[in-house]
C-alpha cells in the first residue's frame, strides 16, 4: 500500500467486494492509498445464503499488506442497510470520498420461463442495491455541501454490456443494468451542485457469473501472458474514477475488458423527419421504413 497513491486520504465504499470484481476494486483502491469498507453478504451465485467470510477475507488482504479497511455485512437493497453501510465508513474513517457499487448475483432465465420471484431478486440486488447505496451517501454529501464542506466526492455505477445492448437469457438483468445507466444520468445531474462525480461502467471480466465465458489468456506484446478476462484489469479505471484525479468527469458509461476501454456514447437523434401534421398509421411507417433505411444497424443482442 502507498501513502503516495491518486486515494491518498480518501475513504472508499466498495459494495460486493469480497469477491471477483468488487475484491479487486478494494484491492486496488487500498494499494492506492484508500481507506476501505469493504461490504458482502456473502451470498452464492444466485443470491442465496450468506457468510462473514468473502468480506472479512478481503479485509485481512488488506491489512496483511498494510492497508486500512473495515468489513461490512448490511443488505444494501435495504433502506435500514444502506444507511449502515454509509454510517460504517463514518464511523471507522470520519469520512466518505468514493462509492463504488458493485453488488450483484444471477438468476438466467428465458423470458417464458422467467418467474416473478427471479424478477424481483436480480432488480433488487443490481438496480434497487445501486438506488438506496447512492441515495446516503448522496444525502450525506449533500448536507456536507450545505454546512460549507463542500466534497469532492464520486460514484462508480457497474452497468454491463447486457445492459447497453440485450443479453438473451438475461431479461432480469439486462433491465436491471439498463437502469443503472438512466439511474447514473440522473444522479450526475442532481449530485454536480453538490461536488459529486458519478459515471458508470460496463465491464467484461472473468467472475463467479461469467466464470465459463471468459476462461482464457491471450498472447500479450512480448510474448507473455496476459489474462485478459482477469478482474484486475477492469479494476484501474473504476480507482481513477473514484479519485479526485478524475474532475469533470461525469454522467459518463465507460466499456471496460482486458486493456481496452471505450467511452459508451448511447442513445442520439439519428435520422428525422417533421411533416407538421398528423400522419395516418400508413403514411407514419412509410416514413418509419425511409429513416430505418437511413440509420446505422443496431448492435446485435449477446447471445442472439
Keep these: 500500500m502507498t501513502e503516495a497513491g491518486i486515494c491518498a486520504g480518501r475513504v472508499a465504499v466498495v459494495t460486493g467486494a469480497g469477491r471477483g470484481l468488487g475484491r479487486a476494486h478494494a484491492l486496488a483502491f487500498a494499494a492506492e492509498g484508500a481507506r476501505v469498507v469493504v461490504n458482502d453478504l456473502g451470498v452464492g451465485l444466485d443470491g442465496a445464503g450468506s457468510s462473514s467470510g468473502p468480506a472479512q477475507r478481503v479485509v485481512d488482504e488488506i491489512r496483511a499488506l498494510g492497508g486500512e479497511a473495515v468489513a461490512n455485512r448490511d443488505d444494501i437493497a435495504t433502506a435500514a442497510g444502506a444507511a449502515a453501510l454509509v454510517a460504517t465508513a ?22 417464458v420461463n ?64 439498463a437502469g443503472i445507466i438512466g439511474l447514473t444520468l440522473v444522479a450526475a445531474a442532481e449530485m454536480a451542485r453538490y461536488g459529486v462525480r ?15 465465458t471468459f476462461a482464457e489468456t491471450m ?22 474514477l473514484g479519485s479526485a484525479a478524475s474532475a469533470g468527469v461525469t454522467g459518463r458509461v465507460f466499456e471496460t475488458e482486458a486493456g ?31 429513416l430505418l433505411a437511413d440509420s446505422a444497424s443496431p448492435q446485435p443482442v449477446y447471445g442472439a
Design 90 to 111: 463514518l464511523d471507522a474513517f470520519g469520512r466518505l470520498d468514493t462509492l463504488v457499487n458493485n453488488a450483484g448475483f444471477l438468476r438466467d432465465r428465458m423470458l
Design 114 to 177: 422467467l418467474d416473478e420471484d427471479d424478477w424481483d431478486a436480480v432488480l433488487r440486488v443490481h438496480l434497487k442495491g445501486h438506488f438506496l447505496p447512492l441515495k446516503h451517501a448522496a444525502a450525506h454529501w449533500r448536507a456536507e455541501a450545505k454546512a460549507g464542506r463542500t466534497p469532492d466526492a464520486r460514484v462508480v455505477n457497474t452497468s454491463s454490456g447486457a445492459g447497453l445492448l440485450g443479453s438473451v437469457g438475461q431479461g432480469n438483468y439486462s433491465a436491471a443494468k
Design 198 to 212: 458519478v459515471n458508470a461502467i460496463a465491464p467484461a471480466a472473468r467472475t463467479r457469473m461469467t466464470e465459463r
Design 219 to 240: 498472447a500479450a506484446p512480448g510474448g507473455d501472458a496476459f489474462d485478459a478476462m482477469a478482474p484486475e484489469n477492469v479494476s484501474p479505471l473504476v480507482v481513477w
Design 260 to 290: 481496452r476501454i471505450t467511452v459508451m456514447e448511447g442513445w442520439r437523434p439519428g435520422p428525422t423527419a417533421d411533416k407538421g401534421a398528423r400522419r395516418t398509421p400508413a403514411e407514419a411507417g412509410e416514413t418509419a421504413l425511409k
